[in-house]
């Protein structure tokens, strides 16, 4: 078989790969942390568990007598920032525990697989969040040419959680990809209330570079107004992600946690080096830095640059480039 593949491993101990086979045999790859049950329509083969805690894959039998394999996966829900100096002198660190806590054991509540008429498929992945506090629904509809497109919607539930600093998801990717493309801000970082400096353009540059060495270690090298973002390869091939509409991304060569808040004096920003495995961000909102003060909440960013606590869907497509 002639497949043209392309795996992006999601944070959280995930895979999604994407990838454009021969005629007559389509797949999406993922892993899924979770033993419930799955819900699927369409004419399904076969479902199997390779591994609960790995992946899932389901063969749908064609009426033609091919068989579609799907191993099924989403990104992980993401709706926590590093810490940066402002979040740590306005208390913003602290609000946003919850958010992490989120992030961090979110739930799978149910995964549903649709093959379409055009030999294409459908996944749906529905997280809960919190006790109660909030549905994260991810679907991905695979096409033919290998491309996937991604729509997220996120659904608040409670009205005392306090608002997220940002609401997406992660990726991660290996580490032998190294250069970054992209139409957006730039060249150099860029917030929602830190934009005016960085003109829309097309910029490029190593994954390493968007790293900037703060005095400590804190959120580094987001890109907003971002219409794509290509992630490649010594060898040109790579990742492409196409926004519906302008969104915020950030590639960096090193695990985000490397980037979280850590004992005073413990961890310098020469401490942070490229290693392990490339981090992708991909975010549908984002609040801004703030800083009027950096001591008590009137440094908070000013309300228009605030996420508020209220429903938000975003999509993008994501597809392999040789």
Known sequence: MN???FAVAVAGAA???VSAPAIGHHAVAAEFDTHKPISFTGTVKKVEWTNPHIYTQVEV???????????????????????????LGTGTDK????????????RVEGIEVQRERDNGATVTVRYGLGDGAARFLVRYRMASDGSVATEVRFTPLRTDLPAPVRIGLAFTMPTRFTQMRWYGRGPQ??????KTGAAIGLWQGAIADQYHDFIRPQDTGNKVDVRWMELKGAGG???????????AMNALAFPYEDLFRRPPGSYRSIDVVPHGHVTLLIDGGQT???????????GRPLPRYRLPLAGRSFGFRLSTME
Request: proline share 7%.
């Open 3 to 5: 497949v043209r593949s």
């Open 189 to 194: 970082e860029s917030y929602v209330d830190r």
């Open 15 to 17: 895979v999604l790969a």
């Open 288 to 298: 801004g830095i703030g800083g009027d003060t950096t001591w008590n909440a009137a």
């Open 61 to 87: 039998k064609n009426p033609d007598g091919t068989t579609v394999v799907y191993r099924v996966e989403g990104g992980a829900p993401n709706f926590y920032r590093a810490p940066t100096d402002n979040d």
């Open 95 to 106: 609000e946003q525990m919850p958010w992490r806590a989120m992030s961090e054991a979110r």
């Open 237 to 247: 091939d790579g990742l492409r992600v196409t926004a519906d509409a302008p969104l």
